[in-house]
């Protein structure tokens, strides 16, 4: 699923921006120069959403190590009552009482106080015994995982996160650009090109709606495609308008 | 935070792309195509990131929703076992035990069925009284926000996230382009620029690792204004260099 979305990023951003771009400058009339702005704006995008999606990706989870390590620290720091109290914060507003998040809260510190302790003693609860040397248990990963909603990510999720983004990108943004390499007047490839895109777009936007799941049936695929194939449309109108307009 | 995350990915986005394309475009020697070219690229990538992010959000609000309904007459078609395995199997991880998962379940239940069914009886717990009113509490709550991992996000939210990411990939495009509106020679223009765009770059990093908080001191500040600055001057430098290469 995390695969399938970051293709959906990269190729979303990768059919609009590029087709845009090079539907502004086939509005000064070289395929030539629509070739060149083009590739320019493909690598740099690429670069962009690969590298810079895996720095930002790469943050968030420095940022969890650290929540992680000061979470720990402050569990094991902390009474009974402060945990109990932070473990309601987390359970009451989904409507659980305060008698069963003091439960809760005590299993998770037998299971924490186990694992971060002594590794040998007896734990009250057999059956975390054999969770006891796993470290995704606990109040910690609890506070971490439903009261902040974070979870860590593998390194190398974040290499085939980039890559994946990255690519789509390319791919998406390469489609626009075909007809320019065959056709020397760029108006005459724009057309070909807002053909072939447009089909792209419709297409890739019925695809999008069925792996988000959203559940409307064929009604969601046409508007799916539909919307898709407005905003690329949408920008690339603009961007030729606006080039039209000052080179004019 | 999520308005501060989005203004991030804009003007992550927005101090790359357009910075590179301009570079690649100066090249060519004109800064007359280069401003043409950019700010072609500016109003595209404004309404792609904007308007599309608009709509995957909007995708993903009603893929919650659908999931909702779906979850929601699940729970009610199904008996105690049943729920109870569900939630131990979202607990269970975390280091709950079966038992305490049940007390859950049951707290759970009890909330649900009273919300779901009559309006008018006392239910078994008295502080859930107060939420029994809310949607917001019971089974199905609980497996979509803890088990899925997945909450509403109201729609005021989504149009000022469009907004956001929209305005902050302008702002952060424009200000390589400024140069070129003064400086006839693209490749004059381009030096002020890079060192604008560049200074830019180093600030924006540094900014970025403190709202993320990584945590490291002054090293993380270092780290953060370096990487975004090495990412922008590596699309840059492939942008020109692909141009030239092709172009010379
Ligand atoms: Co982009
Ligand atoms: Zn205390
Ligand atoms: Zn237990
Ligand atoms: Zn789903
Ligand atoms: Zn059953
Ligand atoms: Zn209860
Ligand atoms: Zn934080």
């Known amino acids: 699923p995390d695969v399938v979305r970051d293709v959906v990023i990269g190729l979303s951003d990768g059919l609009t921006v590029p087709f845009a771009l090079t539907a502004g400058l086939s509005s000064l009339g070289e395929s030539k ?15 962009s959403m690969g590298i810079g999606g895996f720095l930002a990706s790469q943050a968030e989870r420095d940022h969890y190590r650290y929540l992680k390590k000061h979470t720990a620290s402050r569990v094991l720091r902390s009474c009974q009552g402060e945990m109990e109290r932070e473990v309601f914060g987390v359970l009451g507003p989904i409507g659980i009482d305060e ?13 924490e106080v186990d694992t971060g302790m002594d590794g040998g003693s007896s734990s009250s609860d057999t059956e975390s015994a054999s969770l006891r040397w796993s470290k995704d248990v606990g109040l910690t990963p609890f506070l971490l995982k439903f009261g902040e909603g974070m979870e860590e990510v593998p390194t190398k999720r974040l290499y085939i996160s980039a890559l994946t983004i990255g690519l789509g990108y390319l791919i998406g943004g390469i489609i626009p650009l075909i007809p320019y390499f065959f056709i020397k007047r760029a108006k005459v490839a724009l057309l070909y090109s807002c053909i072939l895109t447009g089909l792209v777009l419709l297409i890739f936007g019925a695809v999008k ?40």
């Not at 120069?33 to 670069?47: C, F, K, M, N, P």
């Not at 799941?213 to 308008?241: N, P």
């Open 99 to 111: 008698t069963t998040a003091q439960a809760v809260t005590k299993c998770l510190r037998d299971v």
């Open 33 to 47: 120069l629509v070739v060149l702005g083009g590739i320019a704006e493909l690598i740099a995008g690429a670069i």
């Open 209 to 248: 709606a069925r792996i988000t799941g959203a559940g409307a049936g064929a009604g969601g695929y046409v508007w799916g495609a539909i919307s898709t194939l407005l905003v690329g449309g949408a920008a690339a109108g603009a961007a030729y308008g606006i080039v039209a307009a000052l080179e004019g």
